[in-house]
């Protein structure tokens, strides 16, 4: 389980031109703790090179993730697109455990001419079949993290994640909080819903998973087909609103690593760590909380 709120960027830091392999170096510098790796248009990092960016991590104290491709398809009519899309989710895993990425974020799929109902339950077998190929491949300490997703023609919904969380092992959810506002039409307008979603992760998968969330954070536009363009945490207009979310955090004592996919990735990430420091230190003064450890 992670130690403590961490806040990092969704691959490499705005203004930072080094190779990859030193990008952890750099967030820790700026003060933040969590990186998660994009391999979206494909994994193709060397064990090698993998290896020397985990152990720039984990020196730095920074907590590993890894995007796997967009082009992963669980629920795809096409066979060899189906075929390829747990291979490479596969791939990726290999090369999570190269790195120490503890979590394996991806889309799982769309419907495609499927019922959401029949897509779920092929992503489903399909989850567990690349479980069981990692397991005989001798891939530990890896979890797969379904996203919640932003389109309305993906499978991905926090009911479908959850799901597929509930019925296979070593699965655990990605919680992307605006890809949930722009699918639900711009439904977290504060602390009301941001709760009952917690809620309901609590009572389906338990309170460890609930204070372990993996999470992505950015302000949304969104159309009636779901997510149309991130946008910045200052942009008061555009959902889902930061401040409830951390004070929920601080109240409910959760651990989640918040990954900022915002325009302006690690400089958002720097924003939200203010924001929840703020909140955890005005919390900390009441004087019925329970101190907790650091
Ligand atoms: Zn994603």
New binding site residues.
């Given amino acids: 389980m992670a130690d403590r709120v961490r806040f990092g960027p969704a691959g490499n830091p705005l203004d930072f031109k080094g190779p990859t392999v030193e990008a952890p170096i750099y967030i820790r510098e700026e003060g933040l703790d969590a990186y998660e790796y994009q391999a979206v248009r494909g994994v193709r990092i060397k064990e090698e090179v993998a290896r020397e960016l985990g152990k720039n991590a984990k020196e730095n104290d920074v907590y590993v993730s890894l995007?796997g491709p967009y082009y992963i398809n669980l629920s795809s009519d096409k066979k060899e697109t189906f075929k390829k899309s747990k291979e490479r989710l596969l791939d990726s895993m290999r090369a999570a455990m190269w790195m120490g990425a503890r979590k394996v974020?991806f889309?799982p799929g769309y419907y495609g001419e499927k019922t959401p109902e029949e897509a779920l339950k092929m992503c489903i077998e399909a989850i567990r079949e690349v479980v069981e190929m990692a397991k005989a491949e001798g891939i530990k300490g890896v979890l797969l993290a379904p996203?919640t997703t932003g389109k309305l023609s993906q499978l991905g919904s926090l009911d479908e994640i959850l799901t597929m969380c509930e019925q296979v092992e070593l699965v655990c959810p990605t919680i992307?909080w605006a890809h949930v506002h722009a699918r639900e039409q711009g439904l977290i307008k504060g602390r009301k819903e941001y709760e009952k979603i917690l809620d309901e992760i609590e009572k389906r998968l338990g309170s460890d998973v609930l204070k372990d969330l993996h999470c992505?954070f950015t302000k949304v536009e969104f159309t009636d087909k779901g997510e149309k363009t991130h946008r910045l945490l200052s942009e008061k207009e555009f959902g889902p609103p930061f401040e409830p979310f951390a004070e929920l955090i601080v109240e409910l004592g959760l651990k989640p690593v918040i990954i900022s996919e915002s325009p302006t990735l690690d400089r958002d990430a720097i924003n939200m760590k203010k924001i929840y420091e703020r909140i955890s230190k005005k919390g900390k003064k009441k004087p019925t909380r329970k101190k907790r450890k650091r």
């Fill in positions: 995007h974020v889309h996203e992307d992505h």
